[in-house]
């Protein structure tokens, strides 16, 4: 995977007023968090992020800063968007020492829908946890948790302590903690109400 490195720029104005300036630019605002340094206001040109925004491997990511000579490993945590336009309209980068270990939440992703028997009969998949807060050294940050539905009867959970994560993941949540769960639809309930009736 090709490393993102966001070239950035130290921002003299700050505020509502600095931020409109920064925009009018074409530029994009942020604020540099974390560490034993307080926060500093910076700037990315706005076409460059989105571009790094659009191969996925931005948010939630360790990335290389770039400010003139200097470098430093950096995750962006919050990126904020247009409510109409969809466009970025400022974000947040957290200094990490990249073999540290970080709370940070990935994605959840399910697989093998198919091999469900309670799937197949009609049940639905209730998900209680789209993402997933673990503890990870920043430099081994995965790009989601796979939850395998194999076998999965109607009534059955899977719990925190059934996700297969990788030796240096931890779940912040506890084991017998529910990530999702086969119930029972609608359709299902009534046909068997209709069973017992008949």
């Known amino acids: 995977m090709a490393e993102i490195v966001l070239d950035v720029e130290v921002r003299e104005r700050t505020g509502t007023g600095g931020a409109r300036a920064t925009r009018n630019e074409g ?3 942020g604020v540099l968090y974390g ?7 910076i700037a990315v040109n706005l076409n460059a992020f989105r571009k790094s925004l659009s191969t996925g491997k ?3 990511h360790l990335v290389t800063l770039k400010y003139g000579d200097e470098t ?12 109409v336009t969809d466009v970025p309209v400022h974000f947040d980068l957290y200094r990490v ?8 939440s990935v994605p959840v992703h399910f697989k093998n829908h198919e091999l469900s028997p309670g799937l197949k009969k009609g049940g639905a ?4 946890f789209h993402e997933l807060e673990i503890q990870v050294p920043a430099d081994h940050i995965p790009e989601d948790i796979i939850v395998d539905l194999t076998g999965l009867e109607i009534g059955q959970s899977v719990h925190i ?9 931890t779940a912040v949540a506890k084991g017998v903690t529910v990530v999702a769960s ?12 209709e069973g017992a009736e008949a």
Not at 35 to 41: A, E, I, Q, R
Not at 125 to 128: D, E, I, P
Not at 161 to 169: H, I
């Open 35 to 41: 560490g034993d340094k307080g926060p500093v206001p």
């Open 161 to 169: 302590s059934d996700l297969k994560l990788p030796s240096d993941v």
């Open 72 to 83: 430093q490993k950096v995750i962006a945590k919050s990126i904020d968007f247009h409510p």
């Open 58 to 60: 931005l948010n939630g």
């Open 27 to 29: 530029k994009l605002p």
């Open 125 to 128: 998949l209730n998900v209680a």
């Open 97 to 104: 020492d990249e073999h540290a270990k970080i709370r940070i």
């Open 182 to 193: 086969v119930t029972a639809s609608g359709a299902s309930k009534s046909s068997d109400a």
